[in-house]
């Protein structure tokens, strides 16, 4: 059964605490993307990675970190730096070569709350 | 950067009824726009797609029209059924070095009174 998988649905944090989200697939794709929703807002692009060891900053990268050790994971750590953490955030997959390549696929989010 | 804006915020329609949801670009280098439909506490899922080289999609009850001149483009559904009711967001991207990065509308919520 293949697609994204995203742990945990829910998290809850201390204020001052990193926390990191998972996100894995087992689709094969090569691009991967992080995406933080707010309430009454669409999605906003965090961070994004095309290649494994590689990755580059989203429009609002400020507070987060990530790593792309490998082709199936794109773990987002949330750190302290970022002020307002409480969101929705959601991970997306894509292909990358001719036809859908530009669909990206998401997984069921992870709703984080800091206390 | 791109800058895409969807109207209305929200939307309510009897059963039966069509729907229409408009968005606008700023970039008129994008040609890949998508419609994601998300239900509460789920992530988006792709319903519809269409590429700058098309003017018009239609999927069963579903369709998208595109007008690159006027950067714009929208989304119908007719015939409208109580589980259409979700959040819809429309997005654009350039391809190409935009790596795949899809800029997205502020969402419309889509309410179906049975």
């Known amino acids: 059964d293949g697609g994204i998988t995203q742990s945990p649905k829910y998290l809850f944090r201390k204020e001052g605490q990193n926390v990191t989200l998972s996100c894995e697939q087992n689709l094969n794709h090569d691009a991967m993307y992080w995406y933080r929703q707010d309430p009454g807002q669409g999605l906003r692009l965090i961070y994004y990675?095309?290649?494994?060891?590689?990755?580059q900053k989203g429009d609002i990268a400020e507070g987060y970190s990530v790593s792309r050790e490998k082709k199936e994971s794109f773990p987002l750590t949330v750190t302290s730096a970022q002020k307002n953490p409480t969101a929705f955030y959601l991970c997306?997959?894509?292909?990358?070569?001719?036809?859908?390549?530009?669909?990206?696929?998401f997984g069921p989010g992870t709703r984080l709350t800091v206390l | 950067g791109e800058n895409v804006e969807q109207h209305p915020s929200t939307l309510s329609v009897q059963e039966g009824d069509s729907a229409v949801i408009k968005c606008t670009y700023s970039?008129?280098?994008?040609?890949?726009f998508p419609w994601y439909k998300q239900e509460l506490g789920k992530g988006p899922q792709l319903i519809i797609d269409i590429r700058s080289n098309v003017g018009e999609k239609k999927d069963q009850r579903i369709a998208v029209t595109l007008n690159k001149t006027a950067k714009h483009f929208s989304l119908h559904i007719t015939e409208t059924q109580p589980e259409d009711s979700a959040v819809y967001f429309c997005a654009a991207t350039a391809g190409g070095t935009s790596y795949g990065k899809l800029t997205f509308g502020q969402g419309t919520i889509l309410t179906v009174h049975p």
């Open positions: 970039d008129s280098a994008s040609n890949y």
């Open positions: 997306a997959s894509r292909p990358i070569g001719t036809g859908v390549d530009n669909e990206q696929f």
């Open positions: 990675s095309q290649i494994v060891n590689d990755f």
